[in-house]
């Protein structure tokens, strides 16, 4: 069974930067044809996806959080780093990791989904 853990700073103040790990149990951040991603849902808000990072370390961005997000993994820990940078108050959100499984088929990748979830931690940008 796979478990997701994010973890990381409850309240953070404006214009610093935000950072997240999620920690991946019961399954390999190198697994084949996986994406690790975040996903963010501000209060009364839609489900958003920020970014990923694949099997193999080549990483997916968001084109409205590209320019402020990195994302990294520790192969040694199964762990997933989110940074967030300059944040505002309307970063304020809960913010979860999820895998997202691809198959392979005649060169292509389709998505199956994503099919774990981290139960989320509720970050708050304020001073």
């Known amino acids: 069974q796979v478990q997701l853990q994010e973890s990381g700073p409850g309240l953070v103040q404006p214009s610093q930067t935000l950072s997240l790990t999620c920690t991946v149990s019961?399954?390999?951040?190198?697994?084949?044809?996986?994406?690790w991603s975040w996903i963010r849902q501000p209060p009364g808000k839609g489900l958003e996806w920020m970014g990923g990072i694949g099997y193999d370390g080549i990483t997916y961005d968001s084109p409205s959080l590209k320019s402020r997000t990195s994302i990294s993994r520790d192969t040694s820990k199964n762990q997933l780093t989110l940074q967030l940078m300059s944040v505002t108050p309307e970063d304020t959100a809960v913010y979860y990791c999820?895998?997202?499984?691809?198959?392979?088929?005649?060169?292509?990748?389709?998505?199956?989904?994503?099919?774990?979830w981290g139960k989320g931690t509720l970050v708050t940008v304020s001073s």
């Open positions: 999820a895998r997202e499984v691809f198959t392979k088929y005649s060169g292509s990748y389709y998505s199956r989904g994503l099919d774990y």
């Open positions: 019961g399954g390999s951040t190198t697994t084949n044809y996986i994406v």
